[in-house]
């Protein structure tokens, strides 16, 4: 491709803001941009291993930002609902829809403090569809989730000459990201409304992690960098705390509460693994906060994005929500032998699936990472069908209507622009919305799966004040 890029669908840039559509045409006169030799601090060391930083970053307005965080707060809300609008918290209903075993969701719904679901943590993944409309094509209600580095991504691209030539000719200022902040409010509060034993005010956060063995996790980049600026988050709020970074072998749980080197931890975040069963009991007397504890494997499950959708039209939901629903919600359902209604036609969702294979996405419901997505545009009729027949059988997969993202410029190879698909992840803690970024591949990626397995590139949001 050429150095200087057409305006071909540049327009799209002007929706996220005006000074994103300056961005591109002021790239498009500045060759320099397009080097990615003039940008390799961005992925040097390991302070993003998981990430590989593109060049440019992403401008949006603050009323974009509006829309996005009044949108991803609303959707998160509603999933946050389900157990008890859709199945009134029975355990029966839950365990026969979502197939997890009777004394499992028991378990779940014993284990939660009354409060619980509204101090969740989580992860709505949105494109904007041709209308201009965001579409959450999942929600990950988790805690170790890609994008914590977001804060960081946006202090690593301010080092750049380049970055800031361009916000000081065209004289932007630019929002700080304060994803660490909202965090330490967010679980400050859940402390303070649940009663923790707080020692005075002393706030001590534990994040929990199999892979965390020793002290050796100290010495990880990423974790130095997360610990830092946790810590410069106490200091700059008046806050006092701690950050410690261990697994559930260090920690002691008593009738008392849990425990790090007899120091007492006022809130567990589980990165990775499942929660031991001493602790639910620990954290159901409201002895610590657990974020999000056992529920993730119920909230995270993709079979929620399939209720909103096939309930859309119930009075379970206000009008109003309805409305959202069908503004933001792609048409998906649970993949099992019955009868559906897709657009105007009552139907088989069996043959149905099978015979539009180019207007669907099969998911696994509780896959991640881009594992076991089959998007059906990109694969052959014979693995489709291969897929559709597992699914079937396991009764444990979602189909989704597919919704074509819009196409944005980044720069890709060594020295040269192109039209990307990208995918947003926007972050809310209970119901503040804490920021977000930006994953991307270039549009004519064979698997059109955007995740950073795959080789997505991120893109940090630098919002405009």
Same mark, same amino acid.
């Given at each position: 491709?050429?150095?200087?890029?057409i305006?071909?669908?540049?327009?799209?840039h002007?929706?996220?803001?005006?000074?994103?559509?300056?961005?591109?045409?002021?790239?498009?006169?500045?060759?320099?941009?397009?080097?990615?030799?003039?940008?390799?601090?961005?992925?040097e060391?390991?302070?993003?291993?998981?990430?590989?930083?593109?060049?440019?970053?992403?401008?949006?307005?603050?009323?974009?930002?509006?829309?996005?965080?009044?949108?991803?707060?609303s959707?998160?809300?509603?999933?946050?609902?389900?157990?008890k609008?859709?199945?009134?918290n029975?355990?029966?209903?839950?365990?026969?829809?979502?197939?997890?075993?009777?004394?499992?969701?028991?378990?779940?719904?014993?284990?939660?403090?009354?409060?619980?679901?509204?101090?969740?943590? %989580?992860?709505?993944?949105?494109?904007?569809?041709?209308?201009?409309?965001?579409?959450?094509?999942?929600?990950?209600?988790?805690? =170790?989730l890609? %994008?914590?580095e977001?804060?960081?991504?946006?202090?690593?691209?301010?080092?750049?000459?380049?970055?800031?030539?361009?916000?000081?000719?065209?004289?932007?200022?630019?929002?700080?990201?304060?994803?660490?902040?909202?965090?330490?409010?967010?679980?400050?509060?859940?402390?303070?409304?649940?009663?923790?034993?707080?020692?005075?005010?002393?706030?001590?956060?534990?994040i929990?992690d199999?892979?965390?063995v020793n002290?050796?996790?100290?010495?990880?980049?990423r974790?130095?960098?997360?610990?830092?600026?946790?810590?410069?988050?106490?200091?700059?709020?008046?806050i006092?705390?701690?950050?410690?970074?261990?697994?559930?072998?260090?920690l002691?749980?008593?009738?008392?509460?849990?425990?790090?080197?007899?120091?007492?931890?006022?809130?567990?975040?589980?990165?990775? %693994? $499942?929660?031991?069963? $001493?602790?639910?009991?620990?954290?159901?007397?409201?002895?610590?906060?657990?974020?999000? =504890?056992?529920?993730?494997?119920?909230?995270?499950?993709?079979?929620?994005?399939?209720?909103?959708?096939?309930?859309?039209?119930?009075?379970?939901?206000?009008?109003?929500?309805?409305?959202?629903?069908?503004?933001?919600?792609?048409?998906?359902?649970?993949l099992?032998?019955?009868?559906?209604?897709?657009?105007?036609?009552?139907?088989?969702l069996?043959?149905?699936?099978?015979?539009?294979?180019?207007?669907?996405?099969?998911?696994? $419901?509780?896959?991640s990472?881009?594992?076991?997505v089959?998007?059906? $545009?990109?694969?052959?009729?014979?693995?489709?069908?291969?897929?559709?027949?597992?699914?079937?059988?396991?009764?444990?997969?979602?189909?989704?209507?597919?919704v074509?993202?819009?196409?944005?410029?980044?720069?890709?190879?060594?020295?040269?622009?192109?039209?990307?698909?990208?995918?947003?992840?926007?972050?809310?803690? =209970?119901?503040?919305?804490? %920021?977000?970024?930006v994953?991307?591949?270039?549009?004519?990626?064979?698997?059109?799966?955007?995740?950073?397995?795959?080789?997505?590139?991120?893109s940090?949001?630098?919002?405009i004040?």
């Open positions: 491709m050429n150095k200087r890029f305006n071909q669908k540049i327009e799209n002007e929706f996220l803001s005006e000074k994103n559509k300056l961005f591109i045409e002021y790239v498009n006169k500045n060759p320099e941009f397009l080097n990615k030799n003039n940008f390799t601090y961005l992925n060391g390991q302070l993003f291993p998981d990430s590989i930083l593109n060049p440019w970053p992403t401008f949006i307005s603050k009323e974009t930002e509006s829309y996005f965080e009044q949108t991803s707060i959707i998160f809300n509603l999933i946050k609902s389900i157990p609008r859709i199945f009134d029975n355990a029966q209903k839950i365990s026969e829809y979502y197939k997890i075993p009777l004394y499992q969701v028991e378990v779940l719904l014993w284990s939660i403090p009354t409060n619980h679901i509204d101090n969740l943590l %989580g992860r709505g993944d949105f494109i904007i569809d041709h209308k201009n409309e965001l579409q959450c094509i999942e929600y990950n209600i988790a805690t =170790g890609g %994008g914590w977001q804060e960081l991504f946006v202090d690593v691209y301010m080092k750049s000459k380049h970055i800031e030539k361009f916000i000081v000719d065209n004289d932007l200022e630019l929002k700080k990201s304060q994803f660490f902040k909202y965090l330490i409010l967010h679980i400050q509060n859940a402390v303070e409304v649940n009663k923790i034993n707080s020692e005075q005010n002393f706030l001590r956060i534990c929990v199999p892979r965390f002290s050796d996790c100290y010495e990880d980049e974790i130095v960098a997360i610990k830092n600026s946790v810590e410069s988050t106490f200091k700059n709020n008046n006092e705390g701690e950050v410690i970074f261990c697994n559930y072998d260090q002691e749980g008593t009738s008392n509460g849990v425990f790090y080197n007899k120091k007492q931890i006022h809130c567990l975040l589980e990165w990775v %693994g $499942s929660t031991p069963a $001493s602790f639910l009991r620990i954290a159901q007397k409201n002895k610590v906060i657990i974020l999000n =504890g056992a529920i993730t494997y119920l909230m995270t499950n993709k079979f929620n994005i399939s209720l909103l959708s096939e309930y859309q039209d119930s009075k379970l939901f206000t009008e109003e929500e309805r409305e959202l629903i069908k503004k933001h919600i792609p048409w998906t359902r649970k099992i032998d019955k009868n559906t209604h897709y657009k105007d036609e009552n139907c088989s069996k043959s149905m699936v099978l015979k539009k294979q180019t207007n669907f996405v099969l998911k696994r $419901s509780l896959g990472s881009g594992d076991d089959f998007i059906g $545009s990109k694969v052959s009729s014979e693995i489709w069908r291969e897929k559709v027949e597992l699914a079937l059988k396991e009764e444990s997969w979602i189909v989704q209507e597919y074509k993202p819009q196409d944005y410029w980044y720069q890709i190879n060594q020295n040269e622009a192109a039209l990307h698909e990208i995918v947003f992840g926007f972050f809310v803690f =209970g119901t503040t919305y804490a %920021g977000g970024y994953r991307l591949l270039p549009s004519d990626n064979e698997y059109g799966i955007i995740n950073a397995k795959l080789g997505a590139n991120v940090p949001i630098f919002v004040e």
